[in-house]
Nanobody
Framework: VQLQASGGGLVQAGGSLRLSCIGPGNSLNIYTTGWFRQAPGQEREFVAAITWNGVRSYYGASVEGRFTISRDDAKNTVALQMNDLKSEDTAIYYC??????????????????WGRGTQVTVSS
């Protein structure tokens, strides 16, 4: 399953961006889909995930309350709405798919399909 992330860009602190992840066919409809990010010199960090049926969503502590993950099964996309962006949100953002159906403490090793990242830069 090849995923594609888009929507990154340059935004001022306090602004918003909406990232999208799209997969082929209806592939995302059967996987938990998540977002990770990686800043230069740092480890990949969990951002958010949403279960295959959209019933549950999970967030990293640093983004909870500011970011919202959602899915549109008709379009086979998962979106990450990012509000009140901060300079520390600057990173490459990756979407990924996991066969794990639920739970907490999401790790990158839980995800088996990855897309190329999209750069998000927040200027202060």
């Amino acid at each position: 399953v090849q995923l594609q992330a888009s929507g990154g860009g340059l935004v001022q602190a306090g602004g918003s961006l909406r990232l999208s992840c799209i997969g082929p066919g209806n592939s995302l409809n059967i996987y938990t889909t998540g977002w990770f990010r990686q800043a230069p010199g740092q480890e990949r960090e969990f951002v958010a995930a949403i279960t295959w049926n959209g019933v549950r969503s999970y967030y990293g502590a640093s983004v909870e309350g500011r970011f919202t993950i959602s899915r549109d099964d008709a379009k086979n996309t998962v979106a990450l709405q990012m509000n009140d962006l901060k300079s520390e949100d600057t990173a490459i953002y990756y979407c990924a798919a996991s066969r794990r159906l639920r739970g907490s403490n999401w790790q990158s090793s839980d995800f088996i399909f990855w897309g190329r990242g999209t750069q998000v830069t927040v200027s202060s």
